[in-house]
């Protein structure tokens, strides 16, 4: 990505400080061509969803531990990693963990307005967590994992347009 436009962010494990990242993030990659606003959505989402991780299970909310956020965003592709002080995880997570598993009875449904909803196989609704790596990986044409300078880090790589995955009857789907 020699052409790249380069930013980076760090900020405290409190809910709410990636908001400011999440929008910086929103313009540079809308003055890009082949950008689309559902594109930058997508993106958007999994980037926030791997910060809220990042300082709750990576960071514990611990006061003074940070999230660096760094992007490299170009034409074509773009390049968002998220670190955190935390020990990392594996990826992708086992069968059995995800809400969206057979297992589970459950997966996420959103609506033409964006909302999402679980429903159980019996058609109740659920309150559940643990569906951002799910939205993470549905959105990220690729997600690798790595440890830099100590921290552990979330590498998210896009696309301007989904490879591959699109929305059907409010579900995600891959072609």
């Known amino acids: 990505m020699s052409d790249a436009e380069r930013a980076g962010w760090s900020i405290h494990s409190e809910f709410g400080r990636e908001k400011p990242v999440l929008a910086a ?3 540079i990659l809308l003055t890009k061509p082949g950008w689309s606003e559902e594109r930058v959505e997508e993106l958007l989402t999994a980037v926030s969803e791997a910060c809220l991780n990042a300082m ?8 003074g531990s ?3 956020v ?15 002080e935390g020990a990392g995880f594996e990826y992708p997570p086992p069968l059995a963990a995800s809400p969206a598993s057979p297992r589970s009875g459950s997966a996420p449904v959103a609506s033409e307005s964006g ?15 643990g569906w951002g790596l799910l939205f993470i990986s549905a959105f990220a044409d690729e997600v690798r994992l790595d440890r830099v300078d100590g921290l552990f880090c979330l ?5 301007p347009l989904a490879m591959n995955r699109r929305l059907q009857d409010g579900n995600i789907v891959s072609d």
């Open 155 to 159: 590498e998210l790589h896009f696309a």
């Open 66 to 68: 940070r999230v660096d």
């Open 56 to 63: 709750e299970h990576g960071n514990k909310l611990r006061p």
């Open 115 to 129: 909302d999402v909803s679980v429903s159980s196989a019996s058609g109740d609704d659920l309150v559940s967590r």
């Open 25 to 27: 993030i929103s313009g």
């Open 70 to 84: 760094a992007i490299e965003a170009a034409p074509d592709s773009c390049l968002v990693r998220i670190c955190d």
